[in-house]
Structure formats: C-alpha cells, structure tokens
C-alpha cells in the first residue's frame, strides 16, 4: 500500500472500482440482451483486466497481437480470436497456438488467406478455426457484406476441408467517428442490419455460421434492438473508457478508470503558462485529435487548467478563463489526467499503478510489443 | 546474422553505417567550427549509439529522463545533463547520480529550483553542478534571456555556496516549425545572439558562465557563422533523422537511419486501398501532423504510394496516383517505413535491428521509461 504522492512522475494510475464496474456493467447489459460478450485486451493487456472483463471465466477474447494471444494462452484463457487478416509467417506462428488451446480463431477475408490456411498443415488432423472479417461499412479491413465475393468467399471456408467457419466478425470502428449517441446507434443499427443480411442469406444458402460478432466500445455502451439478434459483441476500450469515448458520450467523465499522474516542475508567469513532467511518451500518441476544450487531456478537478502543447517529456499548461493561479500549483503539485485515448495511452507503460478506495495497492504489467 | 525478411512485423530497423555517418559528420561541423558537441540521448537511448555520437569518448551527454540518467552513468558514460527542471523528489533522486560521477548537472530556470538544490546536501560537501535554462524565443521552459528577473536567478545561482553554475542551456525547439533552411538558420542566429547577449551581461558583472550551449538537430545540421561562438551544441534527432527533418531542410531522404518494417496483409481493391500489420503501436504517435504527401511516412523506394491512416495495430496504404498495383504487393510483401518523428517512433520499440550492408547484425535495446 502505498500513497499516489508517493509515484514516481510520469506513471499510469488505473482504478480498479471503476475498471470492475465498467467490466460489471458491459457483462450485465450483454446477459440483458443475450449476447455473449468477448471482450477485446488491446486496451489493457492484462491478465487481471481479462479476468474482470469475462466475469473470471478467463474464456472468450479478442486479441490484436501475437504477444497478446500468447500471453492469454499462457495465462490460462482460451476461445481467442487473433483480429487481424495474416501474411503467412503468422499464420505460421499461429500453428502453435491452435495447437495449444480448444479454440482459437483466425480472422481471414481474403482467398489468399483461406488458401494460406489451406496449404499450413496442423497436428493431428486439426482444422483451422475462422471468423470470416466482413466490412459493414467502416471500410478498413474485411469483405464487403454486399459483395458477391465475400459471398463466395464465405461457402470456400465453408467447403475446405481444413478450414471450420466459427462466424462473422465486424469491427465498426466508424463509430469512434460520431459525434453524439443518436449518430452511434444509427451507425450500430446500419451495421447490425447488414451482418445478419449476410449471415441470412449465408444461412438459407445451408452454410452455418454459429458466431455473429459485432463490436466497438461506442455502439456496445449503447446497444440498440436490433443489436440484440447479434450472438456476440467484443469491444474493448471500455475496460478503461477516456476522454474520446466521454465526447461521443459512451460513458461519464466519471467512468474513466486510467489516469496519468504528473507533477508541475516550472512556472513562466511571463509566457502564462506552467510546466509538467509528462509530454506524449507518457500522455498521448494521439492527443493532436483531441476535441477538449481542455487540450491534451482533461486534468481531474481542474475545470480551468488547459494542456497546451507536449513535447516528448514535457507538457504546457495555461488557464482556460483568466490568469492561471501559481501558488494554487507550486513545483512539485501532483496532476492526474484524463486521456483522450485510453488505448494509445496505456500503450505507453510498463506498470499500470493500482488505485483502491485511494491506495496504491498493487502493480499490473501489461503485455508489450507485438511478437513476443 | 539474418535476413531483414526473417524479422517479425512490425520492427524497428536502424542501420548501422547511417547511424555512423549522420554522427560523424556532425562531430567534424563541431569541431570545424570549434564547438564541442554534447550529444542528446533522447532519440535512440542506447549505449552504443551513445558511444558512436560521442566519437567513444563516452563523455558529454544531455538526457531527458532519469532513466537515461542512470542508465548512461552506469554505462560509463560522465559529464551529463538532466535536462528538465526537477520538482523536488527528482532532486531527491539526482542526490545519488551526482554523488555517483564527476559531472551531473541540473537544469533549473526558477528560484524555487535553487531553493530546493540548496536545501537538499550532497556528500562531502559536493556542489550541485547546475546550467540555467534560458528561453530565447521557444517559450517552453527557460527564463526569458531579456528578463532582469533571470539576471538575477543567476546571480543567485553564482553567488550561492552549494550549487556552481556550469553555464546556460538554451532549446531552441522552435527550429522545428521552421519550413526553410533560411528560416532554421534565422531563428538560429537570433538563438544564439540571445544567448550570447546573457552571457556577455554576466560576464561583465563577473559571473563567469564557462558553458554556452545551444542545440536541436535543425539548427545544428545547418550551423550558422555566429553559431561558432557558441562552446557546445546539444542536437540529439540527427542519430537517426526523420521525415521532419527532411522536410524542414536537416537531411536527405538517404540520412533517416531508423526505418519501421511492416507487411501487406491485406487487400481491398473495391476501395483502392491495402493493409498493413503495423499501426500508430509501432510507426508513429505524431503521423497526424506529417506533412508529407506520402501521409504517415513514406514506404521507401515506392513514391506512389500513401500511408492514408492507422489504427492501433494495421495502416491503410492506396496509390497516389492511378490503381494501385495489388499484383506488385501480394499479402506477406515487406514494407520499410521512414517515420515522420524518429525521437516518437523509436520510444514506441523495445529493440532495434541493426541493418549493416544489407544484414541484421545486432540487436540494440534502448532505455525504456522514466524512472529505471
């Protein structure tokens, strides 16, 4: 147990309350509609997170890294989808893994992919397992659902003898693209309406397809009706929720479990601004796509402080309204920030420090870099 | 030994023989112009380029974190600056790096930073070595070179008993937002007369100030005249250069020594565009501000084609011009990415390939974090 004062500067803070209760909400809203819930680890990379996150089940993810998928195995989850189309060297990594748990999924939409599979043989006669990656309109990987291809693609999985067709994936990640919760649950709406068209005519054509997956932290916050004829949502930033997802309105201010905490190390009364020990190595990769009137990041409890500008290991902050107060933040006054993408911030630590009813109480190290 | 095609995507590549170049040619400007260089880690944070950029005298450094700090110094490294003003438990925590080597300096611009180092004893009555950070322009930290209030920060600082005042420390990161050589060496000029201004002040009221010492990649790859009487430059990017620097004027195309590998994994002809296994992770926490119009980077030796955006883990390439070729980049094709910001891109890697002639040679594993 420990003081947050005590935290060396930068470092991430994660509140674990709000990470079960973001983890507790998602699995309730999901057993409300029916669907099953595979949460995706690429926010956290944690053990403990994927843990809470499945109800301590430790079975049904999504993960978006080689590390990631080996780290889950090795910790004791299975049922993993690998979400990214592969070359052929990770289809060659990806041996071992099926081999290693009952089920573990490759995300292909692609013939090229399906014949990869086809020519990589696996132990004991064991077929691939494939979720068919469908685009519903976000546009960046994934088959066409309207497209006659996909459609053929679909009943080549279906007829190779290597391949199982476990089910449909969508990532509507255009939802991070709305700007209120009424555009969210139209874009949810559109998407789920055009994965069960395909998987329909998939189904009346005698191919089955067991697993209809949607998922982006946006549109599963906020479900819709239609979403309910999903079989099953994988979102993952919710885990964390930040400042992104509070502006498309999926949760609270409240709600964000991780903050950085920094300290204030210079004052320039001349210039209006002061100086903290945190720049975008330990903030934000992406905090130049913030929409905050706050800058940067949102600092906890200080409406009127604005982050101005970061540099590698430094980060300016002026008043919004009026002159900034500097004996209200002398050198050494400790920050903790809000940021604006939970994903790309998290990315950035080692450590994440573990915040319980206001104590430092344990450390979680996140699975890092991409091939292990 | 290994083939750059064995390595799993994405990596980091730098290679060697530019590394070895880029550092060698600024050691000879420096010294063509009597100027001793001081070389920046906070680009590559590796020993051996720290050998390499300081000619293997292993002396004279500027680092950015008190990882690096401790990390240089047990390294063999000496004579280093931490180059952020500190709150008072980083002073807490230089105690031990000062008491440690002959030369470790702090960089302080404020009263309450003098107050802190005078309140804080070393052992055996050890002075603290301190540079006064002086902001000519940039207006990030620094006390305002015209200001009589710094005027009197270093008197302070000259006529206090614990601390010695080893000279003043200007970043001129304002470089970076030039857009031609003749506005780089400009600011420059204005930089170092700024600077000299201070210093010649102080030395006529006999506070001796034996280290002037300026410094960032653009200005120093394009020295100026008055440059020269400056005593020591501190630029840190040109290790390895970047997309920035070649567009503001600091490089070739040929300099950037650090290039991220990804492969194709996927194709979506019905929208002109392929995906890559390598997103904003490992290419780029800064791409959104990249004027190039190759978009986040530019894959080398294929003009036409754009890095459009990336997610987490994948990047969305199309053909600037006419269809894009999907023949000539079959799934599994190797991509070699310069990035728009080495010093961003290189925090993102926990080790570097080290290409020489045309082979993985080595490995080099940086410093990670902040405080070690």
Chains 1, 2 share one sequence.
């Not at 990470?19 to 699995?27: I, S």
């Not at 905090?287 to 990041?297: D, E, I, L, P």
């Not at 107060?325 to 050198?331: H, N, Q, R």
Request: hydrophobic residues 35%; proline residues 4%.
């Amino acid at each position: 147990m420990a003081e947050l004062s005590c935290l060396p500067t930068p470092s991430l803070v994660v509140d674990l309350n709000k990470v079960t209760q973001n983890c507790e909400r998602m699995l309730q809203k999901c057993q409300e509609l029916g669907v099953k819930l595979r949460p995706h680890t690429k926010t956290h990379k944690t053990l403990q997170a994927g843990e809470i996150s499945t109800g301590n089940r430790k079975h049904g993810l999504v993960v978006s890294t080689i590390a990631e998928a080996k780290y889950f195995i090795n910790g004791g989850f299975t049922d993993i989808i690998f979400a990214q189309p592969p070359s052929l060297n990770k289809v060659e990594v990806c041996t071992a893994l099926v081999e290693s748990i009952s089920k573990f999924h490759m995300l292909i939409d692609n013939v090229q992919h399906l014949q990869m599979l086809e020519d990589t043989k696996l132990a004991n006669g064991k077929q691939w397992s494939v979720f068919l990656d469908l685009d519903c309109g976000y546009g960046r990987t994934g088959a066409k659902w309207d497209s006659i291809k996909t459609f053929d693609l679909a009943r080549l999985i279906h007829q190779s003898e290597s391949v199982d067709l476990a089910g449909l994936y969508v990532h509507e990640g255009n939802s991070y693209n709305q700007t209120s919760t009424g555009d969210v649950t139209k874009l949810s709406d559109m998407t789920a309406t055009r994965l069960l068209e395909f998987s329909d005519k998939l189904e009346k054509e005698g191919i089955d397809c067991p697993v209809k997956s949607m998922g982006s932290t946006p549109s599963c916050s906020l479900p819709t009706e239609i979403m309910s004829r999903i079989t099953e949502f994988h979102p993952g930033n919710y885990v964390f929720y930040d400042l992104q997802q509070y502006y498309i309105g999926s949760c609270t201010l409240d709600d964000i479990a991780c903050t950085v905490i920094a300290r204030v190390i210079g004052h320039y009364p001349d210039r209006g601004h002061m100086v903290m020990d945190c720049g975008w190595t330990a903030l934000d990769n992406q905090s130049q796509m913030s929409k905050c009137v706050t800058g940067h990041g949102c600092i906890v409890g200080e409406p009127n402080l604005r982050i101005d500008s970061m540099t590698q290991e430094l980060g300016k902050i002026s008043a919004i309204n009026g002159k900034l107060d500097y004996e209200k933040y002398p050198i050494g006054t400790i920050l903790r920030i809000y940021p604006w993408h939970a994903c790309a911030t998290a990315s950035l630590h080692e450590v994440y420090h573990i915040l319980l009813d206001g104590a430092i109480v344990d450390q979680w190290r996140p699975v890092k870099w991409w091939s292990a």
